[in-house]
């Protein structure tokens, strides 16, 4: 469960997605705040992981590899995050690329969007961090050329649903879209665990019993149930579809870093016990990988 000092921060982000901290300054932030394990869950890519390792050896703090993939159902977004996948798995690699493709092309037509209404931003923006540019990113530009006031203020009125910024993921037509069902059978195949994100946090602001019996046969492994953006309702409700459907409990802050005043990490923490869980399913999964790459070797003779 929650717990008030030490513990886990499931759910970070570096600068190497949409977060302002490098992977060193979130595990030394982690470790300022007295946490004793932190995981970075960047989008769409796993590329600060190295560095976090590192830093982590130094802080002597615990690092958790994880990343977050952006998936729709039934053309609504959903967030997945993966922890301990071997991220040099074909199909996971194959994956990170048509996501990256996808967020790229994402983001041009978002930039497009709001020209339509007048915002002047450069489409060269969607080429920057390597095409890795998020909502939060063209949100802060738009503060710096004065077409929103506040963070808070400019993401829901710009990228909300249905507000002009904002587009469906692979609505696009570019790649296959990355669906729920396929996101959690692409981290599982990597030997990941797969934990859905703030289940009713964002976007999607709730979802049903039977949507989450759905998810839970779609062979999800757990639920981000404890999140800034979810009430203590909110938990309790999701806390309770765990135990129906035998879902492991995972929860973090979704620190972007300095974003306001203060930084979330560590708002959100977990007892250790959640985090042995989860090791405990990644073994699983990474064992059941290993014996389909040995079959598929001896398939191959
Ligand atoms: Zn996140």
Known sequence: MLVTEGGIDFHVHSNQSDGSFSPTKVVEYAGSVGLEAVSL???????????????????????????????VWDSEEHHLLGYYMDVNDSTFLRVLKDCRAERKARTRKALEQLRALGCDIPPEMAEQKGGMVDRGDIVWEMIRRGYAKTFEEGYPKFFGIDAPGYVVPYSLGLVEPLTVKRAIDVIHEAGGVAI??????????????????????????????YHPRQSQDVSEYLLSACREHGLLVTGGSDCHG??????????????????????????????RRTQRLRDAGKEKG
């Open 196 to 225: 859905l994100a703030h289940p009713m946090g964002f976007l999607v602001t709730h979802m049903s019993p039977e949507r989450l019996k759905a998810v839970a046969e779609f062979g999800v492994d757990g639920l981000e149930v």
């Open 258 to 287: 300095r974003v306001k005043d203060k930084p979330r990490m560590g708002t959100v923490r977990m007892d250790l016990e959640h985090l042995e869980a989860v090791k405990a399913r990644a073994a699983e999964w990474k064992s």
């Open 41 to 71: 869950c960047d989008h769409d890519t796993a590329a600060g992981h190295a560095e976090a390792t590192r830093a982590a050896k130094e802080a002597r703090i615990e690092f958790v590899p994880g990343i977050e993939f952006t998936a």
